[in-house]
């Protein structure tokens, strides 16, 4: 027993030796396999380690029933072949089994083994069966106004393995859905559905494309199917405007555009609402657009862009369209104004302008820089106010409008200067001057005289020795000049200038005070008649001396000649009226006139007197041989009256004399309404 039991041990221990030396293993092994139904399927298996006498044998459905050994497959399974290569001389082979025509029956699992493998692999074939059609969708698909609902269902039949239904937006799938499972219909078709709730449909859903997708999991093999629909939602317009404000000049083109939103395509009007200007459509209105070419003024306002689908509600949108164009002055005021003279009531123009933007309304005097407010006001009218005045409408983009108003005054007679005193000395003259204003001009300019007792006369041709009055009619005023020689002490008084015209009249005085001579002067005559001939040769030397130095040219001595009295202009001292010094050798230069002054409105004008300064006879031949600078040396020239020798010391001596003038005249401009002289014919009123 002993020898039995170490043989059996021994045979045990060589066999296992055989066996590790001889095992086989797997240099492919078999893999889970899918095949579509119909297709063809290979299902992989190699060896190494097996010998040339070791078989390979495939083990298939049902129940594993052999199928082939090596490369020769039973005759059971005519559309399988085996396919590869054994190599029996390095032990290793490929045996690949192959289906062709698969169906339903070839299903199950299969094994790919040799006896000499210690654990084979089982393997399963798959036979996909693809569902006949693709899924459908069920329920309303018809448009659905923003805000609604949405309920679609995906029903997918038949198909092995059965499909799983997912639904989709576009790319993105919706993870919470309603899904009914897997149902049998009447013809025992396995089918499985899946519901779409969208609560609340948005505008932005407007052309989503809901899809259901069945897939059964095979991506390689089978993909999936999918059915689409292209939904619509309806909503309300939306008007959205790019640019809510032009601003353009007249003549130019505006395109005036708004973007409208709406499913269905909504239709677009435009209509001004601004109730300024017309209302015009441009030539060009392409829905979204109004073209308006060339822009008016007349266009200028609030436009309105209004969007109507039918579904409530309709949207609108609002442009202003804002035109520029010059300063346009109206016809609110005339061209010639005619106001009454000294008006109590305060008169005022005013001047209103068109303009885009807003000109600025200004009133200034023509042909000047000077500029008032508007409306143009008057508190007083005076004949200074009268001229050409200009409306000027300017603004900062454009060229200024400009139209004139005359102003034309009319009314009574105004003499310029307010009542003055000129004191004078017998012998003296006095010239008084009467400037009238008026508008017509005066019919009539008469002088009176009032005595100091009151007396009251009006001066006519033969009322006053050495009279004279003359005048001068311009196109803006009259001059009246009356003129008195040699006055006496009866000739102190009230001098009236009067001016009157179909409005009325208006009235100046004038107080002359006349004195007699200075003793200064009789001194002078005395000395003359009682100095030797020695003392005057020493006077007329220290005379000659003295002109050389006032004049400023000695050595050259004029001969005296001696002249009638003459009107003594004295140029501008800062002097009172009745306190004159005697040097002062001045005439005061009075404002000038006779032209409207354009920049005054209501100015009148003071009359200047000033008394002439004595002079002595020898100061006077000096005046007469020095180059006097002033224009009005010989201004007024009376004739000598050579009467006797006395008459002729006292015009050799003569005391001041007086001038009321408002400035130098040249007596030739002056037509004469009469003049007088010792015996003087005085015409009588209807001269004037």
């Given at each position: 027993m002993a020898d039995y039991s170490g043989d059996a041990l021994f045979l045990v221990i060589y066999l296992s030796l055989v066996l590790k030396v001889h095992a086989a293993w797997y240099s492919v092994e078999p893999q889970p396999t899918s095949v579509l139904l119909g297709g063809r399927v290979t299902i992989f298996c190699a060896f190494d380690g097996i010998g040339k006498n070791d078989a390979v044998h495939w083990f298939g459905p049902p129940n594993l029933h052999f199928i082939s050994e090596g490369t020769s497959v039973s005759e059971k399974y005519p559309r399988v072949f085996v396919s590869g290569q054994g190599n029996s001389g390095d032990h290793t082979g490929v045996y690949n089994l192959n289906i062709r025509d698969v169906r339903m029956e070839d299903e199950g699992v299969y094994r790919c083994s040799t006896f000499l493998l210690k654990e084979p692999r089982d393997v399963k074939l798959t036979v996909i069966v693809p569902p006949?059609?693709?899924?459908?969708?069920?329920?309303?698909?018809?448009?659905?106004?923003?805000?609604?609902?949405l309920h679609l269902t995906c029903r997918s039949e038949g198909g092995r393995p059965l499909p799983s239904v997912a639904w989709y937006n576009g790319t993105r799938r919706y993870s919470h859905l309603t899904s009914t499972g897997v149902v049998a219909n009447d013809n025992l078709l396995n089918v499985v559905e899946q519901t779409l709730d969208v609560p609340y449909l948005a505008r932005?859903?407007?052309?989503?494309?809901?899809?259901?997708?069945a897939d059964q999991g095979l991506p390689d093999l089978l993909p999936p199917q999918t059915t689409s629909i292209l939904f619509k939602v309806l909503y309300a317009p939306t008007v959205f405007v790019p640019r809510d404000y032009f601003k353009v000049r007249e003549g130019a083109s505006a395109n005036l555009t708004c973007v409208v939103y709406g499913n269905p395509i909504p239709e677009v009007t435009w209509r001004k609402t601004s109730t300024s200007g017309a209302q015009r459509r441009g030539k060009d209105i392409r829905g979204q657009s109004n073209v308006i070419q060339p822009v008016s003024r007349l266009d200028a306002g609030t436009y309105q862009c209004k969007a109507d689908n039918g579904i409530q509600p309709v949207d609108t949108a609002i442009i202003k369209l804002d035109v520029l164009y010059p300063p346009s002055i109206r016809p609110t005021f005339?061209?010639?104004v005619n106001v009454l003279y000294d008006n109590e009531?305060?008169?005022?123009?005013?001047?209103?302008?068109?303009?885009?933007?807003?000109?600025?309304?200004?009133?200034?005097?023509?042909n000047t820089d000077l500029y008032f407010n508007?409306?143009?006001?008057?508190?007083?009218?005076?004949?200074?106010?009268?001229?050409?005045?200009?409306?000027?409408?300017?603004?900062?983009?454009f060229p200024e409008d400009v139209k004139d108003a005359v102003i034309d005054v009319i009314g009574k007679p105004d003499i310029r200067g307010d009542p003055e005193t000129a004191h004078a000395t017998?012998?003296?003259?006095v010239t008084l001057l009467c400037e009238v204003t008026s508008d017509p001009s005066p019919g009539s300019?008469?002088?009176?005289?009032?005595?100091?007792?009151?007396?009251?006369?009006?001066?006519?041709?033969?009322?006053?020795?050495?009279?004279?009055?003359?005048?001068?009619?311009?196109?803006?005023?009259?001059?009246?000049?009356?003129?008195?020689?040699?006055?006496?002490?009866?000739?102190?008084g009230d001098y009236i200038c009067k001016a009157i015209n179909m409005f009325g009249s208006d009235t100046r005085e004038y107080r002359v005070i006349v004195s007699g001579p200075p003793v200064i002067m009789i001194a002078i005559v005395t000395g003359v008649l009682v100095v030797s001939i020695l003392l005057t040769l020493v006077a007329v030397i220290f005379i000659i001396r003295r002109r050389d130095v006032i004049c400023g040219n000695r050595g050259h001595v004029k001969e005296f000649k001696e002249s009638q009295p003459t009107h003594l202009n004295i140029e501008p001292c800062d002097v009172e009226l009745d306190n004159v010094h005697a040097e002062c050798t001045t005439k005061p230069i009075p404002p000038p006139r006779p032209d409207k002054d354009p920049y005054a409105i209501g100015i009148s004008y003071p009359r200047l007197a000033v008394r002439a300064p004595e002079y002595s006879t020898a100061d006077r031949r000096k005046q007469a041989d020095c180059k006097h600078p002033s224009p009005h040396r010989h201004r007024h020239k009376r004739p000598h009256h050579r009467n006797d020798h006395v008459g002729r010391v006292e015009r050799d001596y003569q005391a001041q004399r007086w001038q009321i003038v408002s400035k130098t005249k040249d007596l030739q401009s002056y037509g004469d309404v009469f003049v007088g002289d010792g015996n003087i014919d005085i015409p009588d009123r209807r001269d004037f």
């Open positions: 006949p059609r693709p899924p459908s969708i069920i329920g309303d698909r018809s448009p659905r106004e923003e805000g609604g609902s932005w859903d407007n052309g989503a494309n809901f899809s259901c997708v005339d061209e010639k009531e305060e008169f005022f123009l005013e001047c209103k302008a068109d303009g885009n933007p807003t000109p600025r309304v200004r009133w200034r005097r023509k508007n409306p143009l006001r008057f508190s007083r009218l005076d004949y200074q106010t009268e001229g050409t005045y200009e409306c000027v409408a300017d603004s900062s983009i017998q012998g003296s003259s300019i008469i002088w009176y005289w009032r005595s100091v007792d009151g007396q009251e006369i009006e001066l006519t041709k033969g009322s006053i020795d050495g009279l004279t009055v003359r005048q001068k009619t311009t196109d803006s005023y009259t001059e009246s000049l009356l003129i008195l020689d040699h006055v006496s002490s009866g000739s102190s």
